[in-house]
């Protein structure tokens, strides 16, 4: 039998109870493809389909939205009413058609909200908007909508769900101390800072039972005065100890992204895998590493060094969903590779566009076009 190129990154694993087929996911990667209102459009479909093919083991969807009030952008999926199943249902047949797994990650906006007067943990502005401070009676109604949200993901046929506790979002808001002033039980101290990620989780494990359910995961927002990973490895741990599946980590906030000194560091291969390499020395969960992990030889050295035991792929494999069966067979000088120099996809998403990759064969940009609503 010949020997396989990169055996660790084609290696199975068990995932509470779910069979990974190799050690690649799809990380969750907004590009701004849902219909008009949150719907699951015929892009998006196509997309993920895509995506499935791949040969990834795990597909993320990216940012539904729990309730109307947290949700990102016009074009973000929604997964607060029942009129979003039937979408949502054909989304997932899409993915598991393909013998992927299909996770649906849930999300409230918070601050980053696309609503007139966003909702937060505290009154902090982000960029020339101040939120309002939320109410405790309404903590608890988000940590109901986020269960409600999961229970449709279930009950629609993803394998799993993820919480979105990354980007600076609203799970994030109550951990950082930045953006969390709070004086009550959910303010103050890290203690009371984590209560209410930790709720949600709870939350959401009463409401859908015997069900994995990941945790996209803020260690650090590379801010001065934000989160950084002395606190948020506290987190991961009490996370594992709740019965998460995986630990999806990422850095860096909207606030953030765009600093020179984030900006120099994102160009750099692998630039967010020492934030999952000291995640993983704090839990007993699997950890997902991303962050421009372009070569399969760069993914196999981490997997080897047990600095993470899964690789998110986002743009990588948005630009070449053939990178998967290239890395099977040897052909890496066959991949089309994601430039560090270019951020044309996420100067399109900011302006509201859907995002569409220069490196495209131009027949390909015509298919994403026309499938667009």
Known sequence: MKKAIYPNLFKPM?????????????????????????TVSPLLLYHYKL???????????????????????????????????????????????????????????????HVPVPAAPSAVAAFKRTPRALLKKEIATIANQFANAALRAKNVGF????????????????????????????????????????????RVQDQVGDYPIGYRFLADEWLPDGLQLKESAMLAQALGENGVAYISTMGGT???FYLPEVVKKSKKPGYMVSLAAAVKKNVKVPV?????ISTPARAESILKAK????????????????WPQKARKGQDR?????????????QLVMQGKPAFCPRWSREKRAVYRELFQ
């Not at 109870?17 to 219909?35: D, F, H, Q, S, V």
């Open 14 to 38: 068990k995932l509470n109870g779910l069979r990974l087929k190799n050690r690649i996911t799809m990380a969750p990667l907004y590009l701004g493809y849902a219909g008009s209102g949150g």
């Open 51 to 113: 995506m499935a093919q791949s040969g990834a083991a795990m597909i993320v969807v990216e940012n539904a939205s729990i309730t109307a009030g947290g949700s990102g952008s016009p074009r973000t999926i929604r997964c607060d009413h029942n009129r979003y199943l039937p979408g949502l249902e054909k989304l997932a047949v899409a993915i598991k058609d393909q013998k992927s797994l299909a996770c649906l990650q849930l999300n409230h906006a918070g601050r980053f909200a």
């Open 159 to 202: 394998d799993l769900v993820e919480l979105h506790g990354g980007t600076g979002y609203l799970l994030a808001q109550f951990v950082s101390p930045r953006t969390n002033t709070r004086t009550d039980s959910y303010g103050g101290p890290l203690s009371n800072r984590i209560r209410f990620p930790l709720e949600v989780l709870k």
């Open 254 to 256: 909207y606030e953030s």
């Open 288 to 292: 997902i590493a991303a962050g421009r």
């Open 307 to 322: 600095k993470a035991d899964l690789i998110g792929l986002a743009r990588v494999l948005w630009v070449d969903p053939q």
């Open 334 to 346: 066959g991949i089309l590779y994601c430039s560090p120099k270019c951020d044309a996809c996420m």
